[in-house]
């Protein structure tokens, strides 16, 4: 088993930022590829970026492209979302998600954490 448990979340205004966290525990950080999931109102959740074990793979979804940063401290079991130029859009409760490898990350993660809100107001 996994445990992930997000922070990070919060209120920000339009064009500012927010680092989110991920802590991860119970089995080996540094053999899971890591990822960014969110889920707005009234929608349904979408991938926003991954992180391969090597490190040599990442990928953002279209929206989050230039503006967001995936990267991971395996030394504290830990993956971050560094995410600038926040819109109104990006308002969204944000969830961690862990797979052995980076395909399963954006078909269907093995574990999840429970998420940290994000509001970006207008």
């Known amino acids: 088993q996994v445990q992930l448990v997000e922070s990070g979340g919060g209120l920000v205004q339009a064009g500012g930022s927010l680092r989110l966290s991920c802590a991860a525990s119970?089995?080996?950080?540094?053999?899971?590829?890591m990822g960014w999931f969110r889920q707005a109102p009234g929608k349904e959740r979408e991938f926003v970026a991954v992180?391969?074990?090597?490190?040599?793979?990442?990928y953002y979804a279209d929206s989050v492209k230039g503006r967001f940063t995936i990267s991971r401290d395996n030394a504290k079991n830990t993956v971050y979302l560094q995410m600038n130029s926040l819109k109104p859009e990006d308002t969204a409760v944000y969830y961690c998600?862990?797979?052995?490898?980076?395909?399963?990350?954006?078909?269907?993660?093995?574990?999840w954490g429970k998420g940290t809100l994000v509001t970006v107001s207008s």
């Open positions: 119970g089995r080996t950080f540094s053999n899971y590829a």
């Open positions: 998600a862990a797979d052995r490898t980076v395909a399963g990350i954006q078909k269907h993660p093995d574990y």
């Open positions: 992180y391969s074990v090597s490190g040599l793979i990442t």
